[in-house]
Nanobody
Framework: QVQLVESGGGLVQPGGSLRLSCAAS????????MGWYRQAPGKERELVAA???????NYADSVKGRFTISRDNAKDKVYLRMNSLTPEDTAVYYC??????????????WGQGTQVTVSS
């Protein structure tokens, strides 16, 4: 079993910044892709940003230039730095990690979600 614990969400004013963190733990042999998704009320969950084990990144058009994803492979952590936040960024943000356990079983795990609210 691989568990993900997220932190860093909260209430921020428009134009402000937040940094989300996600720590993976459990029987992890290796981690491939790590990413952040979000789901706003009444909308489908969407990819915000992803990063491969080699450091290649992919961003949703709506966050390019404002959000930065990074990872610490030694600590099995992934981060999302969010700048210039707007009310449209309000959502529950979920961490997603995929890789292999020590049993060589593939896993794809989700965090519990952290609320980000952008409002004045």
């Amino acid at each position: 079993q691989v568990q993900l614990v997220e932190s860093g969400g909260g209430l921020v004013q428009p134009g402000g910044s937040l940094r989300l963190s996600c720590a993976a733990s459990g029987s992890i042999l290796s981690i491939n892709a790590m990413g952040w998704y979000r789901q706003a009320p009444g909308k489908e969950r969407e990819l915000v940003a992803a990063i491969t084990s080699g450091g290649s990144t992919n961003y949703a058009d709506s966050v390019k230039g404002r959000f930065t994803i990074s990872r610490d492979n030694a600590k099995d952590k992934v981060y999302l730095r969010m700048n210039s936040l707007t009310p449209e960024d309000t959502a529950v943000y979920y961490c997603n990690v995929e890789g292999y356990e020590h049993t060589y079983r593939f896993f794809n795990s989700w965090g519990q979600g952290t609320q980000v609210t952008v409002s004045s």
